[in-house]
């Protein structure tokens, strides 16, 4: 999710697709869609301050499978596709230079295909997966040398707003999940609230990627940490142009960074999703060691968690805030407080005056509040 990253595209067909359907993955249009001006390149360039430059390569010519759509009911039967193409084009490209990190695995590959997205067959819709399948001996399939395993499956139509506008929104959403990010809605149901309210790129809105998505990535390498001294006088940029935050918690740990329980402050200017003003988020990251079908596993709590941590309401991301008021609009010369309990049930206050603000910056005095003291540090990646 940093430095230079190699993607490879593929466009996708399937035998007795007309020019119709084909043109869904012209190489023109995907060129565009991916390294253009306002292409996802240039989305995830901005959203990382610069730290993730990826260069997509389209294939230069419709792929066409062996497989019919039909033959594609769940996610798992793409991995099969993944794999014949990748044996197509080993003697045709450089499958290596796509492990940019070095790690032995391709690092993504992103196959653009021809289905209808109303189709009634999973695969017909987007997502991200990972290859599960290996040799009759057990070992992995080589490509150059590579592994390979994340990858994202999306239909052509996706590439296409209900206007019949070019949208980036879709293939963003699963790029980000091939880098190793949950969605951030309970996508099955259980909870009638969505914790972001839909208000993030993993949710369901084109916008910027959350704080939290950004420290988990190393997007945000440095970040301002509250616990307990008297005073303290701090000013926030508007979080989407400098990715200033504050993180208040009980009991941080510099050594576990973004991986335990905090809320992150930010300053918000511009962006629609939320009126100018403060936003809060409580993240819960903590990792969890659990036994799933006698298989000892590492997981971190997430927005649909009930099946890693039996009846727990603990999220890994929420919005302290309702769906009518997700920000805090600021004043100058008022305080403002913040209490409430950790999902250890231990109290949380914080108090803070505000003597200035302006379009891009606001200027916070922090106080003692309640039993609380504020202590300052800097924290780094």
Request: hydrophobic share 35%.
């Amino acid at each position: 999710s940093v430095g230079d990253v190699n993607v490879l595209v593929l466009p996708v067909c399937f035998n007795g697709d007309t020019e119709q359907k084909k043109a869904k993955i012209d190489t023109g249009i995907l060129d565009e869609v991916f390294n253009g001006e306002s292409g996802v390149s240039a989305y995830f360039k901005k959203s990382s301050f610069g730290k993730l430059n990826m260069q997509f390569d389209i294939y230069p010519e419709a792929l066409e499978v062996a497989q019919s759509p039909n033959d594609l009911i769940t996610a798992g039967d793409s991995n099969a596709v993944l794999l014949s193409l990748l044996a197509l084009l080993e003697d045709k490209i450089d499958l290596g230079k796509y492990d940019s990190d070095g790690d032995g695995y391709i690092d993504s590959v992103v196959m653009v295909n021809t289905m209808d997205k109303n189709s009634d067959i999973l695969s017909g819709w987007a997502f991200k997966s990972h290859n599960t399948i290996t040799t009759p001996s057990g070992d992995a399939y080589l490509f150059d040398g590579k592994n390979v395993g994340g990858y994202a499956w999306i239909s052509g139509d996706f590439i296409y707003d209900d206007e019949g506008n070019m949208t980036i929104y879709t293939l963003v959403h699963e790029i980000t999940h091939t880098m190793g990010v949950p969605d951030y809605y309970a996508n099955d149901y259980m909870y009638a609230d969505n914790p972001v309210y839909g208000q993030d790129m993993t949710s369901d809105v084109m916008m910027d990627h959350s704080p939290f998505t950004k420290f988990a990535l190393g997007w945000i390498t440095e970040t301002t940490l509250i616990t307990d001294l008297d005073s303290a006088k701090i000013s926030l940029g508007n979080f989407w142009e400098t990715g200033e935050t504050l993180i208040v918690a009980n009991d941080f740990d510099p050594a576990l960074g973004c991986f335990q329980e905090y809320y992150i402050m930010m300053y918000s200017v511009g962006e629609p999703a939320f009126s100018d003003g403060i936003v809060v988020y409580h993240i819960n990251s903590s990792i969890i060691e659990t036994v799933i079908f006698n298989r000892e596993e590492t997981w971190i709590y997430n927005n649909n968690d009930a099946y890693v941590v039996d009846g727990s309401e603990d999220n890994l991301i929420e919005i302290v805030g309702t769906k009518d008021n997700l920000s805090t609009p600021i004043e100058t010369s008022r305080t403002y407080s913040f209490s409430t309990l950790d999902d250890k049930g231990m109290p949380l206050q914080v108090q803070f005056h505000v003597p200035v603000k302006n379009n891009t910056r606001v200027f916070l005095e922090f106080e003692k509040y309640g039993t609380n003291d504020v202590k300052v540090g800097m924290l780094e990646q």
